[in-house]
């Protein structure tokens, strides 16, 4: 589901300007989830703030940082108060948690099915995440999950956040 009025809980999928809006532009390409206008993600939190992954780690911000940018913002059907709260909840152990282009590579590798034992431990032990895995695993955390594909945990970019919610 989307909307224009952020609630806590929302996912914000908005855009990255410069060379680094375009290598994660072409990484969502060649990982199979389309070639589009979002690069990146972050969780609405509760007061006006955000949980948001970046290159420093991941921080608390406040939501007008994105004042003036085009956001989108897409939830599951149905989500409740209750479900809201616990995924506000799970998103404060997340501060902190390091950024990794390194998972675009991962998870391209594993869309093609090359031959690297470990890689799938490898992803889940590094503690390191993009903007849309961070989302992602806070919603497993509070037992919400946003794909049923069969997809490995934390084998997730923002457009396939968008193709999943936004339609």
């Not at 108060?81 to 390194?102: D, I, K, M, N």
């Not at 890689?119 to 919603?139: E, F, G, K, P, W």
Request: aromatic share 10%; net charge negative; proline share 7%.
């Amino acid at each position: 589901m989307k909307h224009t009025h952020p609630l806590p809980g929302d996912i914000g999928l908005t855009q990255i300007s410069g060379i680094t809006g375009r290598l994660i532009r072409l990484g969502q390409w060649i990982n199979g989830d389309g070639f589009a206008d979002y690069q990146h993600a972050f969780l609405v939190l509760p007061d006006d703030r955000l949980l948001e992954a970046q290159p420093g780690g991941a921080r608390i911000q406040p939501l007008s940082a994105y004042d003036g940018s085009s956001v989108l913002y897409v939830c599951p059907e149905g989500l409740t108060e209750q479900q809201r709260t616990a995924l506000c909840a799970a998103a404060t152990a997340y501060v902190g948690v390091p950024y990794s282009f390194l998972d675009y590579l991962a998870i391209a590798a594993h869309r093609f099915h090359l031959p690297l034992p470990g890689l799938r431990r490898y992803v889940a032990s590094t503690r390191h995440m993009i903007c849309s895995q961070l989302v992602d695993q806070v919603y497993q955390d509070a037992d919400i999950h946003l794909f049923a594909d069969g997809r490995w945990p934390g084998y997730v970019t923002p457009m396939a956040l968008y193709n999943q919610l936004a339609h």
